[in-house]
């Protein structure tokens, strides 16, 4: 089992910046690949960046270049750096947590950001 809390949404003007913070408890946080989605009302959930536990990284274009995820395995936290931030990137931000790579599934109750002006 693996237990994540998400903080650091709000609301901020486009352009701006956010950093999001996902505390991981209950497993070996050395053994997780972490990831962030996003959810807009309406729309299906979608992956916004993955760190394996090598450190490597990805994201979908739609965010490549703007949003940068990090890990500190001393800490158990990962986290999302988002900068110029567009009124699209609005959405429920969730962290997610799979066990060596594999499902199930694990995922935080939620972030919400907003960019408005």
């Known amino acids: 089992q693996v237990q994540l809390a998400e903080s650091g949404g709000g609301l901020v003007q486009p352009g701006g910046s956010l950093k999001l913070s996902c505390a991981a408890s209950g497993n070996d946080f050395t053994r997780l690949t972490m990831a962030w989605y996003r959810q807009a009302p309406g729309k299906q959930r979608e992956l916004v960046a993955t760190i394996t536990t090598g450190g490597f990284t990805h994201s979908p274009d739609s965010v490549k270049g703007r949003f940068t995820i990090s890990r500190d395995d001393a800490k158990n936290m990962v986290y999302l750096q988002m900068n110029s931030l567009k009124p699209e990137d609005t959405a429920a931000y969730y962290c997610?947590?799979?066990?060596?790579?594999?499902?199930?599934?694990?995922w935080g109750q939620g972030t919400l950001v907003t960019v408005s002006a």
């Open positions: 997610n947590a799979r066990i060596g790579g594999f499902p199930p599934d694990f």
